[in-house]
């Protein structure tokens, strides 16, 4: 499939799947320079603008070693970006580390997953069909 893209900023990168075929999301990079203190979070750049389908919404992921190595992650994971939408975009990055996290221009910083997507139209009834589960939620299953 074929997305169209707009760079902000010319000299940003283009996404890319950094292993081929064998990736599923694509990463992308900051625009710009931030300082992340522990437990602060900032919105960061990415220098790029895309055109999704209807039909279609892309999603925004962390980068599971920069969660694991330094405590970095996407604040509002899964961040959704609705077909409509024709701004830059942005990445809320969160540091849960106990140490200030430096992101420098070029750094990846988020995953890119386009999903197809389903509308719904609601439909009003009296009651539900009855499941084995029933109510029960919120780790009612307990331990085994």
């Not at 203190?37 to 992921?61: C, M, N, Q």
């Not at 939408?85 to 540091?95: H, Q, T």
């Amino acid at each position: 499939m074929e997305l169209k893209i707009k760079k902000v900023d010319p000299e940003i990168p283009l996404p890319k799947y950094q292993h081929g075929k064998e990736d599923a999301g694509m990463d992308l990079r900051a625009a710009e320079k931030a300082f992340l203190d522990s437990r602060e979070y900032k919105l960061i750049k990415t220098g790029i603008k895309v055109a999704i389908p209807h039909g279609y919404a892309g999603f925004i992921y962390p980068r599971s070693g920069l969660a694991l190595k330094k405590g970095v992650t996407v604040l509002n994971a899964d961040g959704v970006i609705d077909p409509g939408y024709r701004g830059e975009i942005g990445v809320i990055l969160i540091n849960h580390g106990q140490e200030g996290f430096e992101v420098q221009k070029y750094d990846r910083i988020a995953q890119f997953i386009l999903h197809p997507v389903s509308r719904v139209e609601w439909q009003k009834v009296q009651d539900l069909t009855e499941s084995e589960r029933g109510t029960g939620g919120f780790g009612h299953s307990g331990r085994k």
